[in-house]
């Protein structure tokens, strides 16, 4: 197991795999590494899940706090190409968050929620002795659906189109931007570069541009660029299909422009992520994005699933083919394990 952040794939197959508990018929797609979501199949009726911890991070304003650490949750869900349509929380909150705080909060999600047509079903509130932010509890987010039609994250196969929404560390540059404002412009960072990196964190969600995806064409498998960014991502995906990831991003543009002939693949880059990362000491695309999705689609939907994304006003670009084979060609180096997220270093040295 890894210092910090997620365990490995052969931690994985090695003491979680072998040991799950009763086996049951309706379970379609179970635990699995670098897999976001399990499946049931309730005779007919599917129910996509995935748990995730709740970050709340007081910085960013407890409000805005809730909405980010929604969107975690329900991303991991949203990636089966469904809406999520419930919602279980429980916290554990340290004593010193008080009623006000809670209940900013507490607005957060739940208009973020009722927005989305996501139900709040049960939960756990309580604080404790010992409980510390920002990991106060967790979220486990479901999805009723066709079991039939939903896009399981490991059905990357040959011949498939790499599809990127939004760009690499959206999530890592706003987070830092959002909550260390004044310890960037020490390492001379403009203000305004600061305040449009911030910015990210708003644009850090990608439910509707999965569900988005998943109606205009077919797609073989969708992932959240969390722990290990999008390398981690396209790592992940790839080792989960049994398939090769030839990756090409040697093109740029900047998320707000829309793409032109030129630039069509150039892959987005959010305002203020370069600068940042560069200040942090970080390689965008190992650190976390949530927000960003992966996508490989069959070459003749590609161009109508990147079409209905555009239409969404998110920026995306194609970088590469699924091929015969195994793990990921990047930047002219091969990769078969995600990349360790080397924004937990960054955040350890910020809090020092």
Request: hydrophobic share 40%; aromatic share 6%; proline share 7%.
């Amino acid at each position: 197991m890894t210092d910090r952040g997620k365990i490995d794939r052969a931690f994985f197959a090695e003491r979680i795999a072998p040991r799950l508990g009763a086996e049951r018929g309706d379970v379609a797609l179970g635990p699995t590494h670098g897999v976001d979501f399990g499946l049931l199949d309730l005779d007919g009726t599917g129910l996509a899940i995935a748990t995730d911890p709740i970050s709340v991070l007081p910085g960013l304003g407890f409000e805005r706090a809730g909405r980010f650490a929604l969107h975690v949750a329900l991303s991991d869900v949203a990636v089966a190409g469904v809406a999520p349509t419930h919602l279980a929380v429980s916290f554990s909150l340290p004593e010193s968050v008080t009623d006000e705080q809670f209940d900013a909060l507490w607005t957060g999600i739940h208009e973020e929620c009722r927005e989305l047509g996501t139900s709040i079903v049960t939960g756990h509130t309580a604080r404790y002795p010992g409980a510390e932010l920002p990991w106060v509890g967790a979220a486990t987010a479901m999805a009723v659906c066709d079991p039939e039609t939903v896009v399981r994250p490991d059905g990357a196969r040959p011949g498939d189109r790499l599809l990127v929404t939004r760009g690499p560390a959206v999530e890592t540059a706003g987070l830092f931007a959002s909550l260390y404002p004044e310890q960037l412009g020490e390492r001379g960072l403009a203000p305004e570069t600061v305040a449009e990196a911030a910015a990210g964190i708003d644009e850090a969600r990608l439910v509707r541009d999965a569900v988005t995806a998943a109606e205009a064409g077919a797609v073989s498998a969708m992932h959240d660029a969390t722990e290990g960014g999008l390398l981690g991502a396209l790592c992940e995906m790839a080792g989960s299909a049994g398939v090769r990831f030839d990756v090409d991003v040697e093109g740029q543009r900047p998320s707000g422009s829309r793409a032109s002939p030129d630039d069509a693949d150039a892959v987005p880059m959010h305002a203020g992520v370069p600068q940042v990362c560069e200040a942090l000491g970080v390689d965008p695309w190992t650190v976390t994005s949530s927000g960003t999705l992966v996508l490989a689609v069959p070459p003749a939907d590609a161009d109508a699933v990147r079409r209905a994304i555009e239409a969404r006003e998110t920026p995306v670009a194609e970088i590469g083919e699924v091929r015969e084979g195994s793990g990921v060609r990047f930047r002219g180096e091969e990769w078969t394990e995600p990349p360790r997220d080397q924004s937990w270093d960054a955040y350890a040295a910020f809090e020092k």
